[in-house]
Structures are given as structure tokens and as C-alpha cells.
């Protein structure tokens, strides 16, 4: 069996200054772009048999810089639609809401562009994900690049946990994580790791 590889599209501004960005194009950073590419090397020593990024400039032009040309896009990989707070940092959310938690408390509902998500909703479509890929794990890696929490809930599912438990697996931009099984359980071989320098 392959294992199932996680990139989290390297950094942009908003994420950099901790904004929630869901649906919103947003570039990498310069800084992002060199991440992205320092993955390659890892990826080329892989028998990778697919790839797929989220539709979002940042995950697509980090897997091109990855080495991952052929990546096809899926919509599913989309990170979590955060409606009302599109944008917002956690900070800006919690003047409005004190104490506001994410994972608790979930997203208000925004303009047509971003009617946001629940977590579960979020579950759903990294199930999907998950139900596509596992047949191809047969022939090899597959490689999913994407974002911090869709990535963080599709680990979730992956480990047969909720989507909540997502939670509890912090993923930082431009890094590496590999998902696997070990005695016939899903277990997670690796998490994020950066690339080397």
C-alpha cells in the first residue's frame, strides 16, 4: 500500500497574519514560493501514482513548485468555507464573540460567496476525498495538497476520529505529513515537517 501525502500550500499574506481564508484567492509569499519548491526533493524520492489540490491559486501553484505538474484539481480539497469571519483573524472574531473557538463554535453565515461551512460539512467533503483516493493507495503515494484545516479534519476522517477532532493536529504552511497504516489500522507516519532548508 502507498501512503497518503498531505502539503499544506506554502505561506500568503493572509495567512501569515493569521486571517481566516477560505474561499478568498489569495497568492503565496515569496517566502511561501520557496517553501513550496524545497518540497520537491521530498516528492521526487516517492512513487507517486496521483496528485490533487484544492482549486485555490495557493495549493495549485504550490504543488506546481512541488514538482507535482500533473495535480488535478478537486473541489472537495477546498479549505473550510468560513462565511461571516472570511478574513477575520481570531482576535477580531473574539471582540465580537468573546472567547469564540472554531471548532466549538463554528462560522456565521457570510454573502453569497461564502455562506460558510460546519465542520461536519467539512467532514463530508473530506470523506469523499478519502473514498476517491483509497483504491489508488494500491499502486502507490497519492498526494493531497491542500489546506490547514480541511487537511487537519481529512485527518480526522482518516483516522476514523470526528470532524472535530481535527483539532487536535496543528499544520503549519509549506510542510509535509504522510498518512499510512500500521497492522491494518490507519495511523499518521509523519507530521508536519517542514522542508529542509
Known sequence: MGELILLRHGETGWSLAGR????????????????????????AR????????SPAQRA???????????????????????GGYEGLTTPQIQEECPGWYLWRDGVIPG???????????VGERADR?????????AE???VLVAHGH???????????LIPDDG?????????????GGEHDEPVILSWNVPPSP
Request: a neutral charge; aromatic letters at 6%.
Open 20 to 43: 481566516h481564508t477560505g474561499r478568498t484567492d489569495i497568492p503565496l509569499t515569496p517566502r511561501g514560493e520557496a517553501a513550496a519548491a524545497a518540497l520537491a526533493p521530498l516528492l
Open 167 to 179: 483539532r487536535l493536529f496543528r499544520l503549519d504552511t509549506g510542510t509535509i505529513s504522510t498518512l
Open 140 to 142: 502507490g503515494d497519492v
Open 60 to 82: 495549485a501553484r504550490t504543488a506546481s513548485l512541488a514538482g507535482l505538474s500533473n495535480a488535478k484539481p478537486d473541489p472537495d480539497l477546498w479549505e473550510w468555507d468560513y
Open 129 to 137: 476525498v478519502i473514498a476517491r483516493v483509497t483504491p489508488l493507495l
Open 46 to 53: 516517492r512513487d507517486i501514482v496521483a496528485a490533487f489540490t
Open 150 to 160: 480541511l487537511l487537519r479534519v481529512l485527518t480526522a476522517r482518516y483516522l476514523r
Open 111 to 121: 454573502d453569497a460567496e461564502h455562506p460558510g461551512e460546519t465542520v461536519q460539512q
